[in-house]
Structures are given as structure tokens and as C-alpha cells.
């Protein structure tokens, strides 16, 4: 029996059915809950399910939505409305997803330590990016000597900064207050993340492993990217740790969080201003009154740099691919007049 009520906990709305039900066609639709290699679990108007996925139906993501055949094989993949994106780890220009469909974006940062202000704004290009709404949660607030709000704030113009424990039911209730739809937890190893998404969900669904004391480092424990239904609506999703943050075509999500840089630099004198020695450098005199700090500058300087060089990568991979089905095109066509001269 179908029954689309099934997938309402897990995101299904009016208006997602208005979007995607004209494209399906004699499928029926579902949502990704786990990928796993060739296959994956997902729910479906008829109860959860393990689905086929075949390999023309490449980069399949926790979060997406599919459509499924009879047979229970992924057949088609449905518009994404947002997705959250690394350059790979392998160093190669292309981009590796993170989860899909995403509403807000939980980036955690261990209070109870340094927090690493880069680090924070490196996930914000990040989640920028990706089109949902990015939270900075500074969790263990119950550990840390000090909290550094303030310090935060100024480094995530746009986005909520909120302190809370997982531990001793700390901040919860403002964090669930700003969620929306469907939320994903990204930051890196024993930062909190499986903790806070088991106080979210208000169950020990995720597994959690202390930090390490010799250097304050956690190890994964959360190995898969799983999307669960939230207990007051909603969706979340727990990702593995990141170690390496390689922002992919971000310039729009660096924009975002460091909107104040390029507030600034609107006014310089030279529309092409490096913001190093011009005169009438708006982003200099900042730097000089204490209105931006010389590290907040050299972050914003290392994004985009890194961004840049990243694109580079990426149009030279994309032209030398372009370039090689040329080349297996006019050795086809040479072969195929060869051949015709033979008869």
C-alpha cells in the first residue's frame, strides 16, 4: 500500500510533492537515508527499504531524493535543492558531496579547547556555498573556561552563534529553536557532533567516543552519513569528522563570511584594488583603525587564493577532457574513412 505519510517525517511536504511527483512519472519516490557503495538505504511511501543503485546514476548522497522502479532500483535522480560540497581529499579537481538537500547547516566547534576562528570560517564558506543556513555551535560549554561568543560573532556575520552541552542539557533549547528542516552537523573529530545529534534526537542513536587526552583529538565514530527524523520535525543528518576542509568553487559561500571585507573593499579607490599598498585602500585604513583584524585579512586572503587555484584546476581538468573526446572523435571519424576507402 503507498502511503505518503510515511515520508513526511523524513521531509516530504506539499511542496515537495508539487516539485518532484510531475517528474516521476510510474516511479515512486524516496529519500537516501544511508549510501552504502552500490547500495543504500532509503524510505519510501511504502515502509523503509533497501535499494539497487546502478552505475549510471552516479553521485548519490545521504539527503537525496530518488526515484525507485518496481524491482526497488534507483532510476532517477531528483532535483537538489542544496548540497554540501568539498574539493575530494585525493587533491584531484572535483568535488566530493557531503549531503544534500540541506536547510541548515550545525557547524560544530569544541569549546572546551581552541577555537580555531579559521577553521570556523573555512566551514562557513562551506556551508554558504551550499545554499542552506549556517549555526556555529560551540559545544562542551560546560568544560570550557571560557566561551568566546563575541570572537565567534565577529567572524559569522549572518549566522547564529550559540554555545550549549549536550552533556547537561545546556543551550539546547536555543539551538532547536533556530533549526529548520533538514539540519546537518559538519566539524571535525570530537568536536561533539554524534553527542549533540543524540541529545537532538533525544535517543543514543549515534556512538560516541571520548578525546583523546595526549593531544585533544577524537577519532570517527560516525563512519557513514545517516539522516534521521527529528523528534519536534525535521530531519538530521551526522556526518564523519573532517579533517581536511578543501572549499570547491566557493567564491559566492567566501563572499557570505567575509561579507565585511568586501563591504569594505566597495569603497576602495580602485575597483581592482589588492587591498595591500593602494592609495585609498577602504580594507588598509580598516586594517590600521582595528575595525577588521590583520588575521580575519589573512584568512579571507587564503580562501580566495585557494578557491582560485582550485577553479584553475578544475577548468584545466574539464578542457583536457574536452579535449580528449575530440581526439577519440576524429580518431573514430579517421577510422571509419579508412574503412568506407576499403570497399
Known amino acids: 500500500m503507498v502511503d505518503y505519510d510515511l515520508l513526511v ?12 511527483l510531475p517528474l516521476l512519472g510510474d516511479l515512486a519516490p524516496a529519500r537516501i537515508v544511508r549510501m552504502d557503495r552500490s547500495e543504500c538505504d532509503v524510505v ?5 527499504a533497501r535499494a539497487a543503485c546502478p552505475r549510471d546514476i552516479t553521485g548519490l548522497c545521504t539527503g537525496d531524493w530518488v526515484g525507485l522502479d518496481a524491482e526497488g532500483t534507483v532510476r532517477q535522480l531528483l532535483p537538489r535543492h542544496s ?23 550545525l557547524i560544530c566547534s569544541a569549546a572546551d579547547g ?12 562551506l556551508a554558504w556555498e551550499s545554499n542552506a543556513q549556517p549555526v556555529v555551535v560551540l559545544t562542551k560549554a560546560d568544560a570550557a573556561e571560557y566561551l568566546p561568543l563575541d570572537e565567534v560573532r565577529a567572524v559569522a556575520p549572518g549566522a547564529t552563534v550559540v554555545a550549549v552541552s549536550a552533556a547537561v542539557a545546556v543551550g539546547l533549547d536555543v539551538l532547536t529553536a533556530v533549526l529548520s528542516g533538514t539540519v546537518a552537523l559538519i ?18 542513536v549515534f556512538a560516541t567516543n571520548a578525546v583523546r587526552a595526549v593531544d585533544g583529538k577524537g577519532r570517527h565514530t560516525t563512519v557513514h552519513r545517516e539522516l534521521r527524523p527529528l523528534p519536534g520535525g525535521g530531519t538530521l543528518i551526522d556526518t564523519p569528522g573532517l579533517r581536511g576542509i578543501g572549499l570547491y568553487d566557493a567564491a559566492d559561500g567566501i563572499g557570505k563570511t567575509f561579507s565585511d571585507i568586501e563591504s569594505l573593499a566597495a569603497d576602495c579607490r ?5 587591498h595591500e ?16 583584524a590583520e588575521r580575519r585579512l589573512t584568512s579571507y586572503r587564503k580562501l580566495a587564493k585557494e578557491n582560485e587555484w582550485m577553479a584553475a584546476r578544475t577548468d584545466k581538468r574539464l578542457a583536457a577532457e574536452r ?13 571509419n574513412y579508412r574503412e568506407r576507402g576499403r570497399r
Open 277 to 292: 599598498t593602494e592609495p585609498g585602500c577602504a580594507v588598509q585604513s580598516a586594517l590600521a583603525d582595528g575595525t577588521i
Open 83 to 105: 548540497a554540501i560540497m568539498r574539493s575530494s581529499v585525493s587533491g584531484r579537481s572535483v568535488a566530493q558531496v557531503l549531503a544534500t538537500n540541506v536547510d541548515t547547516v
Open 9 to 20: 517525517p523524513y521531509g516530504w511536504t506539499e511542496a515537495v510533492a508539487s516539485e518532484y
Open 187 to 204: 566539524g571535525p573529530s570530537g568536536a561533539g557532533k554524534s553527542t549533540l545529534a543524540n541529545a537532538l534526537l533525544g535517543a543514543e
Open 323 to 335: 579535449e580528449r573526446v575530440w581526439r577519440d572523435i576524429s580518431k573514430q571519424q579517421r577510422k
Open 270 to 274: 580602485f575597483a581592482d584594488c589588492a
Open 44 to 48: 519510501t511511501p511504502r515502509g523503509p
Open 114 to 125: 581552541d577555537v580555531d576562528l579559521g577553521r570556523i570560517e573555512r566551514m562557513l564558506a
